[in-house]
């Protein structure tokens, strides 16, 4: 058949839904592609106009817009003929030379295993995807006419373009809801990557089809039945499981062939939403549902848009799954996004939030690659949101939100908005208070109260599970940590330059670009941040400051400075992520302590007769001398050790005499030493030495206690 025939059925297919002058168009691009690629041939030994072509085809399936079929049809021809983009914006519109233009640059991008390059493209990706969603239509459609014709490529890049097409095209065809290109390409990639394993579950699949067709026929015919008795419409096909799925659930759910395979499957689409549920209630009449199998995703579609209702009965002394949808959701289903332009005209609810749905995901993905420092962070963020098995929950005004399972309420806050994530204190769960860090179930109402001037914890890094939480908490970590390290950096720094009469205002421009040239950082601010997150030592930067920057690097001097220097800093306890408090000796507002810098990460205070601190002369004239500020309000922990007689009650009467004088228990724990003794360990919360004392004096007079003394490991 010649190619012209072909562009011919081409056409005939379109007529079905495009006019006459836009089919003329597609015509128009696909002799103006015939003509760049003359000559050229694909590996097959096919000309390699055949290629284009097959892939217009696929897109007409899907029915999509002239514009997208143009450019499936031009879509090499930038990068494989030399022809510029301006050459195609003025044959054919800026649109389509946009479109093709996007192609080329995805199709420029190979998804190495070099992870980094591999980020660097993803991220070309999403730009292009954001411009225009239609480009990665073109694109899904091209790798899926590559993956049918795999065959004749040689073994190294057959491997490496189905790898790429399991982990990056096939995720995004579902996370588009792109059921049908989804799973072809899953299962072209898996039998391209281990054709052994795929050909023994194909054979295996055959037999057992075989085996079971009679059972398969009978149910069948008994919902048909019952369908009809009750006046119902509805069309009854039977589900294909895919040899890639089959294989994840072996692999990922330990579960053997057999009990994959027991399952007989069936879709029955109908008119109406209002059938749908008619034809529910008839089937769950005809074989008994198992409790916990229903998923209605018609009233809470899936993320990708995705509708249908899901249940599987028990009947015949086998499992029923049935999935009952409507025509035009089982085209959503099939088609996911693509759907949106063949009811461009008559758009439906289902369309419309199903586009919405996409629009959110792309913007989604713009806001983390802003955040992200760098293409590996970027694209482990993304990997996430392309895997995920979602969860509905409600906001208070009854608002759905899809989440990925395990999401958190941090998760959810940050869903709703960034701003609101970042303030976040605490949240209420069906109106209860709740853990931030416990994952949520479907259905559930979730309200998330926060504060004026709230910053994200780090310890939420744990256990959020989206990319945009996770991106957006550690922007604000990084901006926050980078303010704080400049902060105690610039008041160690001033302090070391005390020591040699100097100030910091003092130093000239062209010492200070010295001593950052000396020291190979960017910038003096990088070299001041360096001291405060510990990388540096303070007294080392002054002195080369004061001294000239190719000044020695250490000496008798400085020891003296830092030791003799007893201008102390001023600390509050609440300096944030750099300034921490040592779990050793826990010490607390009027404790005499020194700070010692931990490499990378700042500050650790300790109480100055701390066993952890270094003994020898150089170590300790190393710590930083620090004084309290006056006006603390924060609590700090501190741990007392209790002896006493065990009585009724006196745990209680010890929690009453702390709550007297407004400290605050953090825990209890009763080591018993015998009938008549016993230890309790006791970690409370004060102000302040002063507020300890108090403390301890009402715990002393309580008489069952026989001693008390504050903890120091």
């Not at 479907?442 to 910053?455: C, D, H, K, Y």
């Not at 003092?506 to 960017?522: E, G, L, M, R, Y």
């Not at 620090?626 to 209680?652: C, H, M, N």
């Given at each position: 058949m010649s190619a012209e025939a072909t562009v011919e059925g081409l056409a005939r297919e379109l007529s079905s839904y495009l006019d006459t002058n836009r089919i003329n168009q597609v015509r128009r691009a696909y002799y103006y592609a015939e003509q760049a690629h003359e000559g050229q041939m694909r590996k097959s030994g096919d000309r390699y106009i055949t290629h284009p072509l097959a892939v217009a085809h696929i897109l007409a399936d899907l029915r999509l817009d002239h514009q997208s079929l143009m450019a499936a049809m031009l879509h090499d021809v930038i990068e494989d003929t030399g022809i510029p983009k301006d050459a195609l914006s003025e044959q054919f519109g800026e649109d389509v030379a946009e479109l093709v233009d996007g192609v080329s640059k995805l199709t420029q991008i190979e998804f190495r295993s070099r992870a980094e390059a591999q980020a660097e493209n993803f991220q070309k990706m999403t730009l292009a995807m954001a411009r225009d969603i239609r480009v990665i239509l073109v694109k899904l459609a091209d790798r899926l006419h590559n993956m049918r014709t795999l065959g004749p490529m040689p073994y190294e890049k057959r491997q490496r373009i189905a790898t790429e097409t399991l982990d990056i095209y096939a995720p995004i065809a579902n996370r588009l809801g792109m059921h049908s290109i989804c799973t072809e390409l899953e299962d072209l990639g898996f039998s391209s990557l281990y054709p052994m394993r795929s050909k023994y579950i194909s054979k295996a699949v055959d037999k057992l089809r075989g085996s079971h067709r009679e059972i398969i026929e009978d149910i069948r015919g008994k919902l048909q039945e019952k369908l009809e008795e009750r006046g119902l419409p509805g069309r009854i096909l039977g589900r294909e499981k895919h040899l890639n799925s089959i294989y994840n659930k072996m692999k990922f759910k330990q579960k053997s062939f057999h009990e994959i395979m027991d399952v007989y499957a069936f879709r029955i689409i109908t008119d109406t939403e209002d059938d749908c549920y008619r034809i529910l209630g008839a089937v769950h009449s005809l074989y008994k549902p198992l409790p916990g199998r229903f998923k209605d995703y018609i009233a809470m579609p899936k993320a990708n848009g995705y509708q249908s209702i899901?249940?599987?009965?028990?009947?015949?002394?086998?499992?029923?799954?049935?999935?009952?949808?409507?025509?035009?959701?089982?085209?959503?289903?099939?088609?996911?996004?693509?759907?949106?332009?063949?009811?461009?005209?008559?758009?439906?609810?289902?369309?419309?939030?199903?586009?919405?749905?996409?629009?959110?995901?792309?913007?989604?993905?713009?806001?983390?690659?802003?955040?992200?420092?760098?293409?590996?962070?970027?694209?482990?963020?993304?990997?996430?949101?392309?895997?995920?098995?979602?969860?509905?929950?409600?906001?208070?005004?009854?608002?759905?939100?899809?989440?990925?399972?395990?999401?958190?309420?941090?998760?959810?806050?940050?869903?709703?908005?960034?701003?609101?994530?970042?303030?976040?204190?605490?949240?209420?769960?069906?109106?209860?208070?709740?853990?931030?860090?416990?994952?949520?179930?479907?259905?559930?109402?979730?309200?998330?109260?926060?504060?004026?001037?709230?910053?994200?914890?780090?310890?939420?890094?744990?256990?959020?599970?989206?990319?945009?939480?996770?991106?957006?908490?550690?922007?604000?970590?990084?901006?926050?940590?980078?303010?704080?390290?400049?902060?105690?950096?610039?008041?160690?720094?001033?302090?070391?330059?005390?020591?040699?009469?100097?100030?910091?205002?003092?130093?000239?421009?062209?010492?200070?670009?010295?001593?950052?040239?000396?020291?190979?950082?960017?910038?003096?601010?990088?070299?001041?941040?360096?001291?405060?997150?510990?990388?540096?030592?303070?007294?080392?930067?002054?002195?080369?400051l004061v001294s000239g920057a190719e000044g020695p690097d250490s000496g008798e001097g400085a020891r003296d400075i830092e030791g003799g220097n007893h201008s102390p800093v001023t600390i509050r306890g609440t300096e944030g992520l750099l300034v921490r408090f040592a779990s050793c000796c826990k010490p607390i507002p009027g404790d005499p302590v020194v700070g010692v810098m931990d490499s990378g990460k700042g500050m650790v205070i300790h109480s100055d007769t701390c066993s952890r601190l270094p003994e020898d002369d150089e170590g300790r004239a190393r710590l930083?001398?620090?004084?309290?500020?006056?006006?603390?309000?924060?609590?700090?922990?501190?741990?007392?050790?209790?002896?006493?007689?065990?009585?009724?009650?006196?745990?209680?009467?010890?929690?009453?005499?702390?709550?007297?004088?407004?400290?605050?228990?953090?825990?209890?724990?009763?080591?018993?030493?015998n009938a008549r003794f016993g230890v309790v360990s006791l970690v409370v919360h004060v102000h302040g030495r002063r507020h300890l004392a108090r403390v301890m004096r009402r715990i002393r007079n309580i008489r069952a206690i026989t001693h008390i003394s504050r903890v120091r490991h």
């Open positions: 899901h249940t599987t009965l028990f009947g015949m002394h086998v499992n029923i799954e049935i999935q009952i949808r409507t025509e035009e959701m089982e085209h959503i289903a099939n088609n996911g996004i693509a759907a949106h332009w063949m009811y461009k005209n008559e758009p439906s609810s289902v369309t419309s939030a199903n586009q919405a749905r996409v629009d959110r995901w792309v913007k989604g993905l713009m806001e983390m690659r802003e955040r992200a420092d760098d293409s590996m962070e970027f694209i482990e963020h993304v990997k996430v949101d392309l895997f995920p098995d979602e969860i509905y929950v409600f906001t208070p005004k009854g608002r759905i939100m899809e989440l990925p399972s395990g999401a958190t309420p941090v998760d959810f806050a940050y869903a709703i908005h960034t701003d609101i994530g970042n303030a976040t204190v605490a949240c209420r769960i069906n109106r209860n208070l709740g853990s931030l860090s416990q994952p949520l179930q479907s259905g559930q109402t979730v309200e998330v109260i926060t504060a004026p001037g709230a910053r994200p914890n780090p310890a939420w890094l744990s256990f959020v599970v989206t990319g945009k939480a996770r991106s957006s908490i550690r922007h604000v970590l990084k901006s926050q940590k980078r303010a704080e390290s400049l902060e105690l950096g610039r008041t160690l720094l001033k302090k070391s330059l005390k020591g040699f009469g100097a100030k910091l205002s003092d130093i000239s421009d062209a010492q200070k670009q010295a001593v950052v040239n000396h020291n190979q950082v960017n910038s003096f601010d990088d070299l001041i941040s360096d001291i405060g997150l510990g990388n540096r030592m303070a007294y080392l930067v002054a002195r080369q930083t001398h620090l004084k309290w500020a006056k006006d603390i309000t924060d609590e700090f922990s501190v741990e007392l050790r209790v002896e006493l007689e065990r009585q009724r009650g006196v745990i209680a009467e010890m929690a009453n005499a702390v709550a007297m004088t407004d400290g605050n228990i953090e825990r209890i724990n009763v080591e018993e030493q």
